[in-house]
């Protein structure tokens, strides 16, 4: 058994964030960081990321901020082998990004469907496998995607972003069938509702915000940074023996009925 406080910890370890700019990615970032890692910020936003970096970095932490885009697979490539080259490997990485159109299936539109699918499944994928192969170069790493409780669970109107949310659970098995062979672990987390800028536009519904919060069990929306922590339990070693798999991290939104409580 090792220190059991130190399993939980990623000393030394060097990690990719995509989608650090903002939300769930921006907490994870600095999560990884107060855990020892190397954290390489990666986000189409720019300025947005070496924002994060440099917010990591006068809490004490290593941080460097990285401009790629997960639909463009030169951006995807040059990206890793930059870090490859300055940072010698890459032992996590956790990826964010998603968009999503709500609107009613029979009026999705082809361009629609293509931009949700390209950015939550194919860019996803794109980012794994890109890291994926410099794991499997060295000493092997863990890859967290996000899926959703929508990969389980839909509402009229989201369709298509649980479609590909329910993909991405597959798309983390199907990587962690083949790259346990060299070390490399592969899960998905699962949020409820988190409070991000993703999410603003709830928030200022007061009905829809509140039907949210008391549809999970906590009756709350959650902080990004309470899914930033199990992320980084998922990257750490005390995750070692969990591969293949999705942890909810929902408030119990899954495992509760929630439409009626009987009077007993
Ligand atoms: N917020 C929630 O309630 C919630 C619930 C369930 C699942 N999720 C999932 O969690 C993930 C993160 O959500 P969030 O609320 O933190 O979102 P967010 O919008 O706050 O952050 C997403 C980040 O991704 C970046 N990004 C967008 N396109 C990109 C691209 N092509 N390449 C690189 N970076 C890109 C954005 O610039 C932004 O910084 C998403 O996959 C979302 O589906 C969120």
Not at 11 to 20: E, N
Not at 152 to 170: D, F, I, N, R
């Amino acid at each position: 058994m090792g220190n059991q406080s130190s399993v939980f910890r990623v000393d030394g370890k060097v990690a990719l964030v995509v989608g650090a700019a903002s939300g769930i990615g921006e907490a994870t970032a600095f999560a990884l960081a107060q855990s020892g890692a190397t954290v390489v910020c990666g986000d189409l936003n720019e300025a947005g990321a070496a924002a994060t970096a440099a917010a990591i970095s006068r809490d004490g932490g290593k941080a460097f901020p990285l401009t790629l885009d997960i639909t463009n697979p030169n951006s995807v490539n040059s990206g890793v082998a930059k870090i490859k080259a300055e940072h010698g490997g890459i032992d996590i990485l956790v990826t964010t990004p998603a968009v999503n159109v709500r609107k009613r299936l029979l009026s999705y539109t082809d361009e629609e469907l293509d931009r949700v699918v390209d950015i939550n499944l194919k860019g996803s994928f794109r980012i794994a496998r890109a890291v994926a192969q410099v794991m499997t170069e060295g000493n092997g790493g863990s890859i967290i995607l996000t899926s959703s409780i929508r990969s389980l669970v839909v509402e009229p109107g989201q369709g298509v972003y649980a479609a590909t949310k329910a993909s991405l659970v597959q798309l983390a098995r199907g990587f962690a069938s083949e790259l346990a062979q060299y070390n490399v672990r592969v899960n998905a987390i699962a949020p409820g509702v988190v409070d991000t800028p993703l999410t603003a536009p709830i928030k200022k519904n007061h009905e829809w915000y509140s039907a949210y919060a008391n549809k999970s069990a906590l009756k709350r929306w959650a902080k990004p940074s309470e899914l930033a922590w199990p992320i980084v339990f998922l990257a750490s070693d005390a995750a070692s023996y969990i591969t293949g798999t999705v942890l909810f991290v929902d408030g119990g939104w899954v495992a509760v009925d929630g439409r009626f409580e009987p009077p007993l």
